[in-house]
């Protein structure tokens, strides 16, 4: 592990330093500085030259200056002579932009995946891009991985009797289903219509969920504003109860007091991808270092790492027919 250095944003330091650990490694020394005029500065405190380096930062909030850091370290590597860069951003933020659904509209997601490779990435390790189609944004390779093996895992230990797993929305039904696979349960999704970043109607649940108890399963919790209006549709159909899953749990706004004190909620799991909000001891935090630090250490060996896309134990993923199957 000699030629490996991992560098840390100020994004999510902690993710950085229990990806090391997993690795055997140190978390090596930067400097962030930002001077009067607001601009920020990236020096790199350890030798790259010829190294294989890699800098965690997830775009979370303010994601903006995460971004510009993200980008000065890239250049300050590059400048440094590293022998390859990679980017690893556990939760790509502007994968949201992703579509041109109104006229004039950029695209962040594409622009974005342009500014890392210009600034020197010549790789990229996400996880749970929130649309597949932003993968293709990207002019370097993109290992995409996902975290459904560690919430699985998660749920696989508990009472999964009358459970069924729910997708907020028929666009996330593949994922939902291919967990429903991992845990041996039935699958449902909400029809969703969104009206703005926060506003979202669920019209009707696909799916019959009466006297169950939902998993709903999601890639990315902002507002918390599609899983309450989740939960008040399940309510009118007859679920009892519901446990939420998501990757990314960004929990923003007054997102902690809808979700905390919710009837309907037994409980709320997350990864840390992005740093967990203060004041919810209640949260449940399953950790993604370890698949990190296995990629890290597949991409250093020129060794495949497509096993880890699916990030589950295929043995647990008995055949199960998908939701749109369950349509026809």
Same mark, same amino acid.
């Given at each position: 592990?000699?030629?490996?250095?991992?560098?840390?944003?100020?994004?999510?330091?902690?993710?950085?330093?229990?990806?090391?650990?997993?690795?055997?490694?140190?978390?090596?020394?930067?400097?962030?500085?930002?001077?009067?005029?607001?601009?920020?500065?990236?020096?790199?405190?350890?030798?790259?030259?010829?190294?294989?380096?890699?800098?965690?930062?997830?775009?979370?909030?303010?994601?903006?200056?995460?971004?510009?850091?993200?980008?000065?370290?890239?250049?300050?590597?590059? *400048?440094?002579?590293?022998?390859?860069?990679?980017?690893?951003?556990?939760?790509?933020?502007?994968?949201?932009?992703?579509?041109?659904?109104?006229?004039?509209?950029?695209?962040? *997601?594409?622009?974005?995946?342009?500014?890392?490779?210009?600034?020197?990435?010549?790789?990229?390790?996400?996880?749970?891009?929130?649309?597949?189609?932003?993968?293709?944004?990207?002019?370097?390779?993109?290992?995409?991985?996902?975290?459904?093996?560690?919430?699985?895992?998660?749920?696989?230990?508990?009472?999964?009797?009358?459970?069924?797993?729910?997708?907020?929305?028929?666009?996330?039904?593949?994922?939902?289903?291919?967990?429903?696979?991992?845990?041996?349960?039935?699958?449902?999704?909400?029809?969703?219509?969104?009206?703005?970043?926060?506003?979202?109607?669920?019209?009707?649940?696909?799916?019959?969920?009466?006297?169950?108890?939902?998993?709903?399963?999601?890639?990315?919790?902002?507002?918390?504003?599609?899983?309450?209006?989740?939960?008040?549709?399940?309510?009118?159909? *007859?679920?009892?109860?519901?446990?939420?899953?998501?990757?990314? *749990?960004?929990?923003?706004?007054?997102?902690?007091?809808?979700?905390?004190?919710?009837?309907?909620?037994?409980?709320?799991?997350?990864?840390?991808?992005?740093?967990?909000?203060?004041?919810?001891?209640?949260?449940?935090?399953?950790?993604?270092?370890?698949?990190?630090?296995?990629?890290?250490?597949?991409?250093?060996?020129?060794?495949?790492?497509?096993?880890?896309?699916?990030?589950?134990?295929?043995?647990?993923?008995?055949?199960?027919?998908?939701?749109?199957?369950?349509?026809?």
């Amino acid at each position: 592990m000699r030629e490996i250095v991992v560098f840390s944003g100020s994004a999510h330091r902690g993710l950085a330093e229990r990806i090391c650990d997993e690795l055997g490694i140190e978390v090596s020394p930067a400097s962030i500085t930002r001077f009067s005029n607001d601009c920020l500065q990236a020096q790199l405190l350890a030798n790259c030259r010829q190294r294989d380096v890699y800098i965690v930062q997830p775009l979370v909030p303010p994601t903006q200056d995460s971004l510009m850091e993200l980008l000065l370290m890239i250049d300050a590597a590059r *400048g440094a002579s590293a022998a390859q860069i990679t980017a690893v951003i556990p939760h790509y933020a502007y994968a949201r932009s992703d579509k041109k659904d109104a006229s004039r509209l950029s695209l962040g *997601g594409r622009l974005v995946a342009d500014l890392l490779s210009t600034a020197g990435a010549h790789r990229v390790l996400t996880m749970t891009l929130h649309a597949p189609q932003v993968h293709g944004f990207f002019s370097v390779p993109v290992d995409h991985l996902t975290a459904l093996g560690v919430l699985a895992d998660h749920f696989r230990g508990t009472d999964l009797t009358d459970s069924i797993v729910v997708s907020p929305d028929l666009g996330n039904a593949k994922d939902a289903t291919q967990f429903s696979r991992l845990l041996g349960l039935p699958v449902a999704a909400g029809s969703k219509r969104r009206l703005a970043d926060d506003r979202v109607v669920i019209d009707s649940i696909v799916g019959d969920v009466t006297g169950k108890r939902a998993i709903i399963l999601d890639d990315e919790i902002a507002t918390g504003g599609s899983i309450v209006e989740l939960l008040d549709k399940l309510a009118e159909t *007859g679920c009892t109860e519901a446990a939420v899953a998501c990757t990314h *749990g960004l929990f923003a706004g007054n997102a902690v007091a809808r979700l905390r004190g919710h009837p309907m909620i037994s409980q709320v799991v997350t990864t840390d991808t992005v740093p967990a909000p203060q004041g919810w001891p209640e949260l449940q935090v399953r950790s993604v270092a370890g698949l990190f630090a296995e990629a890290i250490q597949r991409i250093h060996a020129g060794e495949s790492v497509s096993s880890l896309f699916d990030g589950v134990d295929p043995t647990y993923a008995p055949p199960q027919r998908s939701l749109f199957d369950a349509l026809r």
